[in-house]
């Protein structure tokens, strides 16, 4: 390099860089499988995209080759083969009928939210935590534990609160969790004519009343019993729900009276 672009000779090319004027005139001795051995290591590389070259190496001895660790690497250099970097998988979002961040509950049942929670049974067995919240009154409207709770129960618990209830809610804030995103809910929007609102991904502030209501289930109930078994659990869950509905400290009128106190206000 520095005799092609600086126009110095040999000689003091060499002192300057500290090298013996004799690896000027080695000529490299190339092997006479080395095209082979590229042409089988861009091979594997197809085949193993997340391979690198030891296990290449591996694979090659096995397969009758003699040759060491750094001649594979070598190789596996100069031919730029590497391990690509992982890809995070693709996440299916919902659709929204209004931007999460947008909406405010002005009535009853005008907005409802919902999210899950995990907790475990004294076995180490999971409990699944389902939440739906008013976001206007605040009230618990059903905390369902289960096992698991995929769509279709979710989808039964929001039916079974409809029914209730007599009124569909005129939009559901949720997350992107596959619970959410999947047809059953989103069937169940359509034919209910209840919007979505979905946040964003990784944003739980944008649905913080039942985050909070969450919070709460964990500091006085899950952080404080020991489940022996799923019916338990659900027996002291439902209890703790109907004397949170009966006694939330940190509003007044309580949540289970708001609707009624709501619908007076709105008839005078």
């Known amino acids: 390099m520095l005799q092609d672009r600086l126009g110095l000779s040999e000689r003091r090319a060499c002192r300057y860089v500290g090298q013996h004027r004799s690896t000027q005139r ?103 935590l389902l939440h739906i919240v008013d976001e206007f009154t605040r009230e618990a409207l059903a905390i369902e534990c289960r096992r698991r709770i995929d769509s279709d129960q979710t989808v039964a618990v929001l039916e079974r609160l409809v029914a209730k209830r007599g009124t569909a809610p005129g939009f559901i804030r949720c997350d992107n969790g596959p619970e959410m995103t999947a047809h059953a809910l989103r069937d169940w929007c359509r034919f209910s004519r209840a919007g979505s609102a979905y946040i964003e991904p990784g944003s739980p502030w944008q649905n913080p009343y039942v985050e909070s209501f969450g919070s709460r289930v964990r500091d006085e109930l899950l952080s404080v019993e020991l489940f022996s078994c799923l019916a338990e659990a659900q027996v002291l869950i439902e209890d703790w729900r109907q004397d949170y509905r009966g006694r939330d400290g940190h509003c007044w009128p309580p949540p289970a009276q708001i609707p009624a106190c709501a619908s007076n206000a709105l008839g005078s």
């Not at 080695?26 to 030891?54: F, K, N, T």
């Not at 391990?83 to 929204?96: A, E, F, M």
């Open 26 to 128: 080695h000529e490299p001795v190339v092997a006479g499988d080395d095209q082979a051995l590229r042409s089988e290591l861009r091979r594997i590389s197809r085949r193993r995209p997340r391979w690198g070259y030891r296990r290449a190496h591996q694979l090659l001895l096995e397969e009758g080759w003699e040759l060491n660790r750094k001649r594979t690497q070598r190789l596996w250099r100069e031919e730029g083969l590497r391990v690509p970097q992982r890809r995070r998988k693709r996440q299916r979002l919902g659709v929204s009928t209004v931007p999460a961040d947008r909406l405010r509950a002005e009535v009853p049942d005008h907005v409802w939210a919902i999210d899950f929670q995990w907790d475990q049974t004294a076995d180490g067995h999971n409990l699944k």
